[in-house]
Every structure is written in C-alpha cells, then in structure tokens.
C-alpha cells in the first residue's frame, strides 16, 4: 500500500544531510528571529501603552472642561461647535 504523499508528491524527496552544513548556524539564525520579535514585540506594545495613556488623559481632559464648564445643557460654551477644543489627532 502506498501513502498519501507517496501518492501526490511528484517531486524526489531532499537528502537530509544537504541542509545542515554547520549545525549551530541554524540555532543561531533561529535565536536572531527570536530576539528581534521580541524587539518588536516590545516596541508595539510602548507604543500601545503611550497612545493608551494618551487617550485616556483626553478623555479625562473632557471630563473636566465639561464638569468645570458649569451652566448644564443649556451653557453656550458647550454649544459654540468646538472652537475652543481641537479634535486630539
């Protein structure tokens, strides 16, 4: 009985001593990826903490312009269109 790959593989099948020349080489390439995915990991995740903290301290600058706004609902600085407040882009 044949296998399936036996069935479908049309290619020859590569020598396993072609790819290792040195051994170490591919533990060392391997420990690179390694370190710089943690580089970038840690870099993503600084940035996603800065822009976090960002947005919160906007939206806690809201807070206080609407709380310290005073007036209720009907307080014509909240309905002057935003001049005063830039969007925070």
Do not use: C
Request: charged residues 25%; positive net charge.
């Amino acid at each position: 009985m044949t296998s399936w790959a036996d069935q479908w593989d049309t290619g020859a099948d590569p020598s396993p001593r072609r790819g290792s020349s040195g051994g170490s080489d591919g533990k060392k390439q391997g420990g690179d990826r390694v370190e710089k995915a943690k580089a970038a990991a840690a870099t993503g995740l600084k940035k996603v903490k800065a822009g976090t903290a960002q947005g919160f301290q906007w939206i806690k600058d809201k807070y206080h312009q609407k709380k310290n706004a005073g007036g209720g609902k009907n307080s014509k600085q909240q309905q002057g269109g935003g001049s005063q407040i830039a969007a925070g882009y």
